[in-house]
């Protein structure tokens, strides 16, 4: 009988200090703290697409940003009796420039210029079945090049810029104008006459 009363002792003690231990660890558990998971959220696009008060054409203005194809093609896609875009962009990102262009070409929509279109915008422009510029517009074209601070993976200036060379033929620009692209600087900003768009075939009217 003493025997068993030891053991009975010893298992409640057990028992006890069990019972002490899972406490502790839920004590600490309450005092942890629970590590937030933060997502990076995208800025919104930087530029303004929409139609007219006229409902005519449409309107783009601002940077050519992330979004900018899948919303033009959005916007198409509700108003598809509107054929005109009105271009005002001091340029952006190639790659949404491109996409823009398949839109315009799958859509026969023209393009126009009255106040400002530079780089990727002007890419944008030559995508228009019909091209027209405004008494006040301009048409700004550069050189591709990535700052040393700037590089991004793999990506070589020279072979984007044929990319879009292939763009600039395909829509009947005049090969010693493509060819004067090629060799452009990345600055300054070249601004070809009206007279030098027209003879290239840049614009399709005066």
Request: hydrophobic share 45%; net charge neutral.
């Amino acid at each position: 009988m003493k025997h068993q009363k030891i053991d009975i002792v010893f298992l409640q003690a057990l028992l006890a200090i069990a019972v002490s231990g899972i406490t502790l660890v839920g004590v600490a558990m309450a005092r942890t703290e629970v590590k937030q998971v933060s997502f990076r959220i995208a800025p919104p696009p930087q530029f303004e697409l929409r139609i007219n008060d006229a409902g005519d054409a449409f309107e783009f203005s601002g940077l050519v940003d992330f979004g900018l194809t899948e919303a033009l093609r959005k916007l198409v896609t509700e108003h598809p009796n509107v054929k005109r875009v009105i271009l005002d962009s001091r340029g952006g990102y190639i790659a949404e420039a491109r996409g823009a262009v398949t839109v315009l070409r799958a859509e026969e929509i023209a393009t126009h210029v009255s106040g400002q279109c530079e780089s990727a915008c002007a890419l944008i422009f030559v995508g228009g079945n019909e091209r027209t510029l405004g008494p006040e517009g301009r048409l700004g074209l550069h050189g591709y090049a990535l700052q040393r601070e700037r590089q991004f993976g793999m990506i070589d200036p020279v072979a984007e810029m044929q990319r879009d060379l292939v763009i600039y033929r395909a829509s009947g620009l005049d090969e010693a104008f493509v060819a004067k692209l090629a060799d452009l600087p990345q600055n300054p900003m070249w601004y070809p006459t009206r007279a030098e768009l027209r003879a290239a075939g840049f614009l399709t009217h005066p």
